[in-house]
Structures are given as C-alpha cells and as structure tokens.
C-alpha cells in the first residue's frame, strides 16, 4: 500500500468531518445515506492520488 500524501489526507479529513457536522445538524441523510456518500469521497481522493 503506497503513503497518501500529508496534504490530501489532510483535504479529505477536512471534508469528511464537515459532511459529518452538517449532517448531524440536519439529519438530511440516513446513517447508509451517509456512509454512501462519505464512501464516494474516500475513492475520490484515492484515485487522485
């Protein structure tokens, strides 16, 4: 498994948790909802890398 770079991990991390806090603010998404979504951003930035 290769290292992920500092900086994009870091994007991510950024990313992911402000998902997270809007949607635990809303309750828009379903927990299956939400782990779709967090899901797709992961591949994302594993693919940019």
């Known amino acids: 498994m290769k290292e992920i770079e ?3 991990l870091q994007e991510m991390t950024f ?3 402000h998902m997270e ?3 635990l603010r809303s309750q828009a ?3 299956q ?3 779709e979504e967090l ?3 992961i ?3 594993a693919r940019r890398r």
Do not use: F, I, T
């Open 29 to 31: 998404k379903s927990d």
């Open 21 to 23: 806090r809007k949607n």
């Open 6 to 8: 500092k900086e994009l």
């Open 15 to 17: 990313l992911v948790l």
């Open 33 to 35: 909802k939400m782990s």
């Open 43 to 45: 591949v994302d930035y």
């Open 39 to 41: 899901q797709k951003v």
